[in-house]
């Protein structure tokens, strides 16, 4: 066997070790990752709900960094989810904040307490919480292309929005 074929396969075999290695991580992650990790608890409604866990209170005008990254698969129930994060240089608790859409579809945050360039995932379809994904539980797709996303705290102060691609 000359040199130019075994260079290439050792090049072809690399690069399907590659494949299967990524598939068997991707089918991993999907799989078991969420299952692990730990349960989010529903928010327990309260009058005095704290930003985060220095104790400041919401206030109208303060400049909450939290913002609403994409809407992703707008149309297609089990492709559709919404990112959040926070880009604050603390924490805050995203208890009883509000995910709405122009049809006046609401999801309400459980208790989640998202750090420092944290985010988190809102799935359209029915699922299990996690720290990382939330689930809205519905049959139907919510997001269109056009419809403007917005994200309220607890005291119904507009925080984010965002345009649907």
């Known amino acids: 066997m000359d040199r130019r074929r075994l260079v290439l396969y050792l090049l072809l ?26 349960a989010v608890q529903p928010a327990v409604p309260s009058s005095n709900q704290q930003v985060s866990a220095s104790g400041g209170t919401l206030s109208p005008q303060a400049d909450i960094p939290v913002e609403i990254v994409s809407v992703i698969g707008a149309g297609t129930l089990n492709a559709e ?18 995910l709405r859409d122009q049809d006046r579809n609401i999801f309400v945050f459980p208790h989640l307490i998202l750090h420092t360039n944290g985010a988190v995932q809102i799935h359209t379809t029915s699922g299990t919480n996690t720290v990382i994904d939330l689930y809205w539980g519905e049959s139907d797709p919510i997001w269109e292309s056009g419809e403007e996303a917005q994200l309220y705290d607890p005291a119904g102060n507009l925080r984010a929005k965002y345009k649907v691609p």
């Not at 690069?15 to 999907?30: H, M, Q």
């Open 81 to 98: 989810w919404v990112v959040v994060s926070y880009k604050g240089e603390d924490q805050i608790n995203l208890a009883n904040w509000e």
């Open 13 to 38: 075999n690399v690069f399907i070790s590659a494949c299967v290695t990524g598939a068997i991580l991707f089918w991993y992650d999907r799989n078991y990752r969420s299952v692990s990790l730990s």
